[in-house]
């Protein structure tokens, strides 16, 4: 099946400051990219997507950009708040190996520094 | 809107029972429904993907017959987990879309534990 690298794994970003989660896949064929926040115990809950038609998305503190020559893309959160504490997991569809299947990253645990 | 339920959210079985466990879209219907499993601090796994009225497709090392899934409408998928181990302990959440290849929504999960 299709293959995505999440990075890092954890991630502790102080209050006010950036973080930037990157995920790497290899079938070219892949076409939609969503980015997942769970917390502990609680449903997947999609927070931004992309389709490979548009090399950016941004909406409000949360941006998505996507490279599809390099085949990665990236989670950026801007002023991080203490609730944006949680599990990311990236996630790719569109591949050759079916159209509606995602295939999900390992995820990144980030951790908000009050 | 695009609000999937789940039923029960946590259910403790006797090893060899089964279990069941229901995915509902409560204000779309959904043309394809997906059950993943997570394990403690691991990312989601696809088991299946579910079309209404159609036999499930079942991801490599899944079992059918042990994870048998029912898509009867265009709003319930049920899965049942059959003579349950302790190794099927896990977190099983399903997701439904409007349309193949369109956002997925995710139900709130089910905690099994098999004891």
């Known amino acids: 099946g299709e293959n995505v690298e999440q990075h890092p794994s954890t991630l502790s970003v102080q209050e006010g400051d950036s973080a930037v989660i990157k995920c790497t896949y290899s079938?070219?064929?892949?076409?939609?990219f969503p980015w997942y926040k769970q917390e502990l115990g609680k449903r997947p809950q999609l927070i931004i997507d992309?389709?490979?038609?548009?090399g950016e998305k941004k909406d409000q503190r949360i941006a998505v950009t996507l490279n599809k020559t390099a085949k990665h893309f990236s989670l950026h959160i801007t002023e991080t708040q203490p609730e944006d504490s949680a599990v990311y997991f990236c996630?790719?569809?569109?591949?050759?190996?079916?159209?509606?299947?995602?295939?999900f990253g390992t995820g990144t645990r980030l951790t908000i520094i009050p | 809107g695009a609000v999937v339920s789940q039923h029960p959210s946590r259910v403790i079985c006797k090893s060899g029972t089964s279990v069941k466990i229901e995915c509902r879209s409560l204000?779309?219907?959904?043309?394809?429904m997906f059950w993943y499993r997570q394990f403690p601090k691991q990312s989601l796994m696809l088991m299946a993907t579910?079309?209404?009225?159609?036999?499930?497709?079942?991801e490599q090392g899944v079992e059918k017959d042990k994870f048998l899934i029912n898509h009867a409408s265009l709003t319930l998928s049920t899965l049942t987990v059959t003579s349950a181990h302790p190794e099927d302990s896990s977190f099983y959440i399903c997701?439904?879309?409007?349309?193949?290849?369109?956002?997925?929504?995710f139900g709130p999960g089910t905690r099994l534990l098999v004891l």
């Open positions: 997701s439904a879309s409007i349309l193949a290849g369109e956002t997925q929504y």
């Open positions: 079938d070219s064929a892949s076409n939609y």
């Open positions: 992309i389709r490979s038609n548009v």
């Open positions: 996630a790719l569809g569109g591949s050759n190996f079916g159209n509606e299947k995602l295939t």
């Open positions: 204000d779309f219907q959904a043309t394809t």
């Open positions: 579910s079309n209404e009225g159609s036999k499930a497709t079942y």
